[in-house]
């Protein structure tokens, strides 16, 4: 099952980024027999993440972010869920540091999420090695 893991690297060596901090994601492509590459550097669109930050009237909260009751609750969150949306093609997304509201935001959508800080070859290599096992029903380790 071929899928796409976004990776949050300042230079596209080393997983350096918070997810919240990163601009831009790399998205890479894995093929059904593990092997990765790089499919595309994802430039995140920061009007749809401000537009969602800046979401305090509760009118707009209904149909826009938070938790659509009205009562506001979740709108603080609109940044993370707007900066999920634009990933949400992804399986796995690894950064230095998850966040949270990011977390929640990314189970909401079963996408798997790892904080580490590492080459990204060993983080890939680690994950789609993981990935590959439970795809195939395997004990992880072997």
């Known amino acids: 099952m071929a899928y796409k893991i976004a990776v949050a690297s300042s230079d596209g060596i080393n997983v350096d980024l918070h997810f919240g ?8 492509a894995v093929a059904d027999d593990g092997k ?14 401000l537009a969602a930050e800046n979401c305090s009237d509760s009118a707009k909260c209904k149909s826009g972010c938070g938790n659509g009751n009205g009562s ?13 949306e634009q990933i949400s093609d992804v399986r796995a997304v690894v950064a230095a540091k998850i966040g949270f509201n990011v977390t929640k935001a990314l189970e909401k959508k079963a996408i798997a999420n790892f904080d580490v800080e590492c080459p ?9 090695k993981y990935f590959y096992s439970v795809d195939h029903h395997q004990r992880f380790g072997r």
Do not use: D, P, Y
């Open 36 to 49: 990765f590459e790089l499919e595309e550097k994802r430039e995140l669109k920061e009007e749809e993440i």
């Open 120 to 128: 990204v070859q060993e983080a890939l290599e680690k994950i789609t």
């Open 21 to 28: 901090a990163a601009k831009k994601l790399l998205i890479f």
């Open 72 to 84: 506001g609750a979740g709108c603080g969150n609109g940044g993370a869920s707007a900066k999920v």
